[in-house]
């Protein structure tokens, strides 16, 4: 099913901790390509109590801007429970999640709303298809970079889902599909559990390529090394809990 953009409203939901540099391009950026594209929105930053004044900035923003609203979280408890909330205290149609440390392009949410206009429930962006662009200048990335690629193609593999990149938090979703979903790791993790129990619904998903930059400022909240544990666990007890629900 697509939808049309005169009609259904969106909703970009951006987890922030100390992204104010960041957040200060961002934001006007958003803003730009919602007016350019005449498109009903409402940008929701949840911010856990960034110490840089990330959060003064973005209620600031608002002040002119007023489909911007601001979630101050008291501490943080993890993107995943930042984005929940955003997604929960969302009124859009279509959903849009993206990380706020300008890795993203902005006019590249044109390929996730031309997914779901052409029939998916769920897109994600790839940084590992075919036309996708992952900058790697640093060792540390090209290191990180490799680790993550492995780890999501045992993730493809255990899972049995045709998706090459399960962890990037640049993707869309109709309303209705997070309506159906009942995620519980507030960490890294949703972002694949969500995906997981997507498929469990049969709800179609689809892949888009993504240029993936190395941030400019600031330091990445990702651990991968410390993530790895957590993603091979759960994948495995999805998979398992898959396998059995196949022989049954």
């Known amino acids: 099913m697509g939808f049309c953009l005169s009609t259904q409203k969106l909703s970009f939901i951006i987890p922030t901790l100390n992204e104010r540099p960041n957040i ?14 005449g498109l009903n929105a409402e940008i929701i930053v949840v911010d856990d109590s960034s110490a840089d004044g990330t959060g003064a900035f973005v209620d600031a923003f608002s002040k002119k801007a007023l489909f911007v609203r601001l979630i101050t979280r008291a501490k943080s408890n993890g993107i995943g429970s930042a984005l929940q909330e955003g ?16 890795s993203l392009k902005v006019n590249e949410i044109d390929s996730l709303l031309k997914g779901l206009n052409s029939g998916a429930d769920f897109v994600v962006g ?8 992952f900058e790697r200048s640093s060792f540390s990335v090209a290191f990180q970079s ?42 890294n993790f949703f972002l694949t559990e969500c995906i997981f ?28 090394m410390r993530q790895i544990p957590v993603f091979l666990k759960n994948t495995l007890r999805y998979s398992i809990s898959r396998i059995y629900k196949m022989n049954k």
Do not use: C
């Open 24 to 37: 200060e391009k961002l934001l006007p950026d958003l803003e730009a390509y919602i007016t350019i594209n």
């Open 126 to 133: 790839s940084k590992y298809l075919p036309g996708s662009v």
């Open 197 to 224: 129990q997507a498929k469990d619904h049969g709800f179609v998903l689809k892949e888009v390529p993504v240029t993936f930059l190395e941030r400019a400022h600031g330091q990445s909240k990702t651990r991968v």
């Open 146 to 187: 490799k680790i993550s690629r492995i780890g999501n193609r045992v993730i493809q593999h255990l899972s049995g889902i045709p998706l090459t990149d399960f962890t990037l938090n640049f993707r869309g979703m109709h309303r209705r599909v997070w309506k159906t979903l009942r995620p519980t790791n507030h960490g």
């Open 87 to 102: 997604y929960n205290a969302a009124t859009g149609d279509v959903l849009i999640s993206m990380d706020a440390d300008l």
